[in-house]
């Protein structure tokens, strides 16, 4: 595995460099080894939840294939002028030494839907020059006509059970590289268990890893995993005698964000029948935000507090 050894957060450290890093289904991978050696499509790299790999798998395209590339934050950068000035120039012209240009628009669902009209006839313009990627969280969000004109992969959809012999396997990996002991006879319940509190999140599985490698030893603290049973036990507090207790519980999380789709599949579970629609459009309201606010826990804090008149 080749990784970045300037980088001391193994999160950046460990990003994958090639196709060959990432952590996908086996056919998925495969289809994208083809790419690489075949040429690739324009591509939509999708799902609800972050930390699934989108970026990280545009990246390694790049990388692996040394095209000349372009990387746009979409959510920073999402005008159309952006897109007539900036990307045009780039698209314009083909590359002297490669086949292809490559464009990567990250976060691209933050874009309005005049961008993405725009953005139809582009692909259509200067896609015997370049290739285009797109990577977001909500799919949905993006018109029919340009998903129709990109290959389409959902990080979410992956199963389960496909993904987590790869994924047990590259944590163990990271623990010998980084030469962190650890008891063989409890090491794969330990990498399991982490695996279950933060699937699908790979980034925050890696981040748990690190913290609790902290001694130079790995001692998983299973009270600070964010499993369901704490989710569970949150939603125990979501009422106005409790509320402090909630935000402590809530600061105790370290992926918040992991949190509203777990709502969302329990909503029977936790609200008022005649709550639904309501309770729904409050998640995804905070889902949303949650990828750009600075403290996911007080997102997160403000969503249930907006709850507490839904819960049961």
Known sequence: MKFDSTKSIWQEKYR???????????????????????????????????????????????????????????????????LRDKIQRFAVCGSFDSDYKIVVMDEFDNCSKDSQSAWRGFLDEYSENCRFIFTGNYK????????????????????????????????????????????????????????????????????????????????????????????????????????????????RLNSPESMYTYLYKHADKYFKVETYPQAIITIAKYQDMSSNVRDKNLNLSACLTELMSCVK
């Open 16 to 82: 994958p460099q090639c196709i060959e890093d990432m952590i996908l289904p086996e056919d998925i991978k495969a289809k994208f080894k083809g790419y690489i050696e075949k040429g690739i499509p324009n591509l939509g790299l999708w799902s609800s939840n972050p930390g699934l790999g989108k970026s990280s798998l545009a990246n390694a395209i790049i990388k692996q294939l040394g095209y000349p590339y372009m990387f746009i934050n979409a959510s920073m950068e999402k005008g159309i002028d952006v």
């Open 140 to 251: 949905e969000k993006i018109i029919p006509p340009l998903l129709d004109r990109l290959e389409n992969y959902d990080f979410a959809s992956f199963k389960k059970d496909d993904m987590a012999k790869p994924i047990i396997i590259r944590l163990a990996e990271i623990l010998k590289l980084e030469n962190i002991n650890y008891d063989k006879t409890t090491v794969k319940q330990d990498l399991l268990t982490i695996f279950n509190a933060y699937y699908p999140g790979i980034r925050s599985m890696i981040q748990a890893l690190q913290k609790f490698s902290s001694t130079g030893t790995l001692i998983v603290d299973k009270t600070a995993l964010n499993d369901v049973n704490m989710f569970d036990d949150i939603m125990k507090l979501v009422n106005p005698q409790k509320y402090l207790d909630m935000i402590g519980s809530v600061n």
